[in-house]
């Protein structure tokens, strides 16, 4: 199970989009440990809207071929990690690194 739900997050977001305060008051506000969980779930609903905030119940397979895309897109320009997971619709930037 999540550690937040669908709800939980929509609910924080909205608080940040309508704004009730900077990513630090409503991470204090809802208790939430990381301001950066804030940051994260408001860009991904920025960018992918509600989806954004769906934990993904399916285990992406992607090809060698993609991954290798992905990663010398990565080495060949000044992009960040974030910037790239957005441009190729991956929502957790933390795969790229991985």
């Not at 924080?12 to 779930?41: D, Q, R």
């Not at 992918?48 to 897109?73: A, C, M, P, T």
Request: aromatic share 16%; proline share 2%; glycine share 6%.
């Amino acid at each position: 199970m999540a550690k937040y739900s669908f709800e939980f997050k929509k609910k924080v977001v909205n608080s940040y989009l309508n704004g009730e305060g900077s990513f630090k008051f409503i991470a204090e506000k809802y208790e939430i440990p990381a301001c950066s969980n804030v940051e994260k779930w408001v860009q991904n609903y920025k960018n992918f809207g509600d989806e954004g905030l769906l934990r993904s119940r399916k285990n992406e397979l992607y090809s060698f071929e993609y991954k290798l895309h992905v990663v010398e897109l990565y080495l060949s320009s000044e992009i960040s990690y974030q910037d790239l997971a957005l441009q190729e619709g991956i929502t957790n930037p933390c795969m790229i690194t991985n």
